[in-house]
């Protein structure tokens, strides 16, 4: 089972050191343009959406042939900070009745579903989109809730996994694409890729 | 199977479901016009909790007010008043689980002069709630924008399906806030009149305050008393994270999945997610117009309640189920001329039904689309 995990200063693809140049923000507009590009929408993403959309790219790399335009591949993303980082910059437009430029451009960010919208967008996904939040991180709740995504018998695959984002600076994630029957696809192994990479 | 077995609106109309009913039923709605509310320039047409209501009931029941924000109290109020119909719930019991369903929770805490005890924390607010009650399981929060409604609902019915719980408590709840008004305002998604649905001057939404609760349960018997929840579904548009398809794209599929061999003609109402804005409501028409069910009777109840958000889902369906046990296809109010491109069966008027069985729809940012369906008896 191909996997990404990202941390704020580092990456790795399948267990291999990604080598950046730089950390937070600027790793991810690193890895943009070194290896994803041609894709102008990024730049206007907020911070969890880059993140993820990194994310499943580097996981989407690992494909052949890499599958669009399907209705049975589901985006199923938890974390633990919903979309706070992008509420927080919305809340800085409203706070002040003197400075009051509330932007739709921003507004648009301050759910989290929206980065599996981007995804979706991305890669012509039309299947089952969903986004969770957990107090903490869970790799057995995580588990279960994808398993049983599968009930829906349009879905033969899902990206999943833990997409969090507290600033532009201070974030993970960790992420996988699952068949049903992929023997990997346990708690435990969710577990792994998060606690120990 | 997987039957209702409890269930509750909370909302500016009344603190339970009859209630509710009794005042839509009369055509009652508490959208008004909001002059200066929040210190927001702009006024706004919203259906709001009046001022100290939510505390004054939640201090009533014996909770402890200083303890839970706003937020925490409609949700519990809603619960308390469900799990009051159901005493045969084992909240502590490890096959009992909690879904909160909500767009932003406790958001009004990032202002810098809140003076709450909410945190803007999802997972910790739906713990708090659950801790409230004593549940012993994880609580999880589907926040997937204006369809986490339907999603709690189908995420718990999977649960109960794959034998995972035996009773699932699913509460849809947001409150309204600076932040959320201002957000819709520069999105210029707001009506300052009543909301229009479907019809030809329809100008945008308004929002509301509600929470509701519908607590299933798995059974092997088939009890023709009780509502079931039959299938769900979920899809994108994969079109564009603000703006609907305008093919109906995600919704026309989200149908087709539930309505998978079953004769278009049993069902005898679609209600709508109908938010009143130009595009929204076109691109259900579309939708409903390919998948052939523009003829069907079909509703919104955004014309009572404005939209509830995070409650939406659970408030319309729970809605929905008891008016069709009322053999009643609740009105559109505010809906006076259709005026959509492809023409659909909406009324201002309530109307009478024998259906017994219902489609749900719901659409919001992000593209994603909901649809689920529900029966009662042996039909469909």
Known sequence: MNWVRIRKDSIKINGTTLPTNHCGMEMLKEVYKQLIGGYPKFFKMDALCRLGFIASELLLQQESPRITDTERRAVILFNRSSSLCDDRSYQTTIQDTEKFFPSPAVFVYTLPNIVTGEISIRNKYYGETLFCVLDKFNANEIFQVVKESFLDSMTNDVITGWVDCESDDDFEASMILVGPNDPDFNPDFINEIYKHN | MIEKIADNITSPLGMDTAANYEAVLKGYSCLKLHKCKWD???????????????????AAMGGDVSLYSRFEQLCILSIAEALNQAPQVDISSDRTALVLSTTKGNVEALDIGYCGSGNEYLGESAQKIADYFGFTTTPLVVSNACISGLCAQIVAMRSLENGRYDTMI????????????????SFKALSQEQCKPFDINRQGLNLGEAAATVIYRRTDNENHDCWQAVRGAIRNDANHISGPSRTGEGSYRAMRAVLKGIELKEIGLVNVHGTSTPYNDEMEAIALGRIGLNHAPINTLKGYYGHTMGAAGVLETVLSMRALDDGIVLATRGHEQCGTSVPVNVSAQHRNTNAKSFVKLLSGFGGCNAAMLFKKGGET
């Open chain 2, 40 to 58: 927001i320039p702009e006024p706004f047409m919203a259906s709001l909790f009046e001022d100290g209501a939510i505390n004054d009931n939640f």
């Open chain 2, 170 to 185: 699913v509460v849809g709840a947001d409150v309204q806030s600076r932040f959320i008004v201002t957000g819709f305002q």
